[in-house]
């Protein structure tokens, strides 16, 4: 059966395995080997893994693209801003997820890149910046406002006045948004967060196009990979592809637990603003009192799990200013929540509980 007949729950359990035939196995490989037999298509491990190859193949197909696995969120973001060419400018969100401007801030400052820093909800300030930029940064929602770019729209606006469009999709997920499709030139996942699922483990993606343009990005994309050598481990790939498998459940679940906390927080005493973009596991909000308030209630949960990362099965909740390199667009009263797949109600008292505290 080809892959696109299939809709994305089933290729998630479907692709990546071992050719169908008798006595083999049925999952995927896990290949731990630094080296190949000589003559084969895989040479050395820091070229491939077909492990990697397992994994690859699965998200690149929810992408209706190519994917290559990287050792951190990180690795794929660095590969993709790679592309970038000395001294071009790039456009990003303000509030991006802080390591993405992290490395933009020292790329800048090393003179390699010039950065714009936009408002990615308002798409006419946006195409206004694009003319003799390099790069449009794309992250949709953002991490932590949960702000929604018309990335259709800004994806064609770039295209015309030929820059490359980058989307980090690590929040929406391909199940709920595919950005090559939206007409993005390359996708950027922290494999880390929903991808995996179990907050076991780092790992990061890119994927790109089917076209000429998008093998071409692939190919460059690849031999960062190899170069810079800091590829993802088999184990990690390998648990990767075993988390990706629920996605579709994990998320479905997830996403319906955030729907109802949206609602109910809405109108709470204590939450001055609820951020939650009507899709997607994550909602923030800004608590009305300080950042110590936020503190607290951070601190007051029992079950949600005080903690900085997203995506896992287990509900995370932080105040995401007490993070350094977090840019001052995030209120600093800003809690970040990360639903999980927990009895939605337990959530629930557990979270008032804690609110009472403000
Ligand atoms: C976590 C995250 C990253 C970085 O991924 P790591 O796996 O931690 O290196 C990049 N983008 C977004 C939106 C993230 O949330």
Redesign the pocket.
């Known amino acids: 059966m080809e892959d696109v007949e299939l809709s994305p729950a089933t290729r998630l359990v479907s692709l990546g395995r071992m050719p169908s035939a008798p006595g083999e196995q049925v999952g995927a490989p896990l290949t731990m080997s630094s080296t190949y037999h000589a003559d084969g298509a895989v040479s050395y491990g820091r070229v491939g893994n077909p492990t990697w190859s397992a994994f690859e193949e699965a998200l690149g197909s929810l992408e209706n693209g190519d994917a290559l696995v990287f050792a951190?969120?990180?690795a794929g973001?660095a590969a993709a801003l790679s592309l970038v060419p000395h001294g071009g400018r790039v456009v990003v969100p303000t509030a991006a997820?802080n390591?993405?401007l992290a490395t933009l801030a020292d790329r800048s400052e090393a003179g390699e890149v010039v950065v714009t820093p936009v408002d990615v909800t308002d798409t006419d300030a946006v195409v206004g910046t694009l003319e003799g930029a390099a790069m449009l940064w794309v992250?949709s929602p953002t991490?932590p406002l949960l702000d929604v770019a018309d990335v259709a729209g800004l994806a064609a606006a770039a295209h015309e006045r030929g820059l490359l469009v980058v989307v980090?999709n690590?929040?929406a997920t391909p199940l709920l948004q595919q950005p090559l499709d939206l007409g993005a030139d390359v996708v950027v996942h922290?494999v880390?967060?929903y991808l995996s699922g179990h907050s076991d483990l780092?790992l990061?993606a890119t994927v790109t196009g089917r076209s000429e343009a998008g093998r071409a990005l692939h190919e460059r994309l690849r031999r960062h990979r190899q170069m810079h050598g800091a590829i993802a481990g088999p184990m990690e790939t390998w648990l990767a592809l075993r988390g990706l498998r629920t996605l579709s459940v994990r998320l479905e679940r997830a996403s319906a637990n955030a729907r109802v906390l949206a609602d109910r927080l809405e109108g709470h005493a204590a939450v001055e603003r609820v951020r939650y973009p009507g899709f997607g596991a994550m909602v923030s909000i800004d608590v009305a009192g300080d950042a110590a308030a936020a503190e607290r209630v951070a601190a007051a949960t029992r079950l949600w799990v005080h903690a900085t990362s997203?995506g896992g099965v287990e509900s995370q909740i932080e105040r995401r200013r007490r993070q350094p390199g977090e840019p001052e667009a995030v209120p600093d009263h800003l809690l970040r929540l990360s639903v999980g797949i927990e009895d939605v109600d337990d959530l629930w008292r557990d979270l008032d509980a804690a609110l009472g505290t403000v």
């Open positions: 951190s969120g990180m973001v997820y390591g993405t992250e991490n980090d690590t929040f922290s880390t967060k780092l990061g997203l």
